[in-house]
């Protein structure tokens, strides 16, 4: 009953919800989408569980980037039953020093100039 009473479940956000939710949040579990970059420009840790019908396998090369950086934890779907998953949840929590790491991490990871260099890139071959 004490952890349901912070738990919010939402079917959809828009971006000013999105934006205030991950400011709320000190670890945030979610798909590894475009909205990885979110949860990196908002600099915090993560979970993330990778869709496995992602079209080229685009969420698992997210996830593992985003890991890799050492922003984030990659839970696969076929490993969320058992403790796995609650296990990596109470690490996060428990280490506060973890958190502050993959932050920094996260923040790292966030390139916010990046699609203003991709155009450039695009424009300087034609």
Known sequence: PELKANYF??????????????KAA?????????????????????ILVPLPSSA???QFENAYSYAE???????????????????Q?????EHKELREKMSQAA?????PQAAS???NDILSLC
Do not use: C, W
């Open 117 to 119: 260099h991709i155009a």
């Open 26 to 46: 000190d670890i945030i579990v979610s798909r590894a989408g475009s909205s990885i970059f979110e949860i990196a420009a908002s600099g915090r840790p993560a």
């Open 69 to 87: 950086a050492g922003a984030g934890i990659v839970v696969e779907e076929e490993n969320m039953l058992g403790t796995l998953f609650t296990t």
């Open 89 to 93: 949840v109470d690490k996060l929590v």
């Open 9 to 22: 479940l939402y079917p959809f956000l828009n971006d000013q919800d999105m934006a205030r939710a991950l």
């Open 107 to 111: 923040l790292n990871f966030y390139k």
């Open 56 to 58: 080229n396998n685009h």
